[in-house]
Nanobody
Framework: QVHLVESGGGLVQAGDSLTLSCAAS????????VAWVRQAPGKEREFVAR????????YYADSVKDRFTISRDNAKYTVALQMNSLKTEDTAVYYC??????????????WGQGTQVTVSS
């Protein structure tokens, strides 16, 4: 099972940018996808973005579309989440997960430990 480690979180101001990175212990297989999800205090975990490893096809939640960009690096086994125009409501712990591309993100079986993103006003 692939092991995932997130990094890049921090404290930023509204309107700033931040890039998160998810490092995999091995190359995700061709039938896998990697997703970023987040969990704000007192709220349920929610989907943010996903990239299919083989094709690079990407999918976004409406709340982050046009502000966030997910991308993968085949050579480094990493998935980045570029976050622009951050809002206070983007404050959350961000997790990356990996699983079969036909599964919902909440059915993925590999997850990192999360990285905190705090956006101040």
């Amino acid at each position: 099972q692939v092991h995932l480690v997130e990094s890049g979180g921090g404290l930023v101001q509204a309107g700033d940018s931040l890039t998160l990175s998810c490092a995999a212990s091995e190359r995700p297989s061709a039938n896998q996808a990697v997703a970023w999800v987040r969990q704000a205090p007192g709220k349920e975990r929610e989907f943010v973005a996903r990239v299919n490893w083989a094709t690079g096809n990407t999918y976004y939640a409406d709340s982050v579309k046009d502000r966030f960009t997910i991308s993968r690096d085949n050579a480094k086994y990493t998935v980045a989440l570029q976050m622009n125009s951050l809002k206070t409501e983007d404050t959350a712990v961000y997790y990356c997960g990996a699983g079969h591309l036909l599964k919902r993100w909440d059915e993925y079986d590999a997850w990192g430990q999360g990285t905190q993103v705090t956006v101040s006003s």
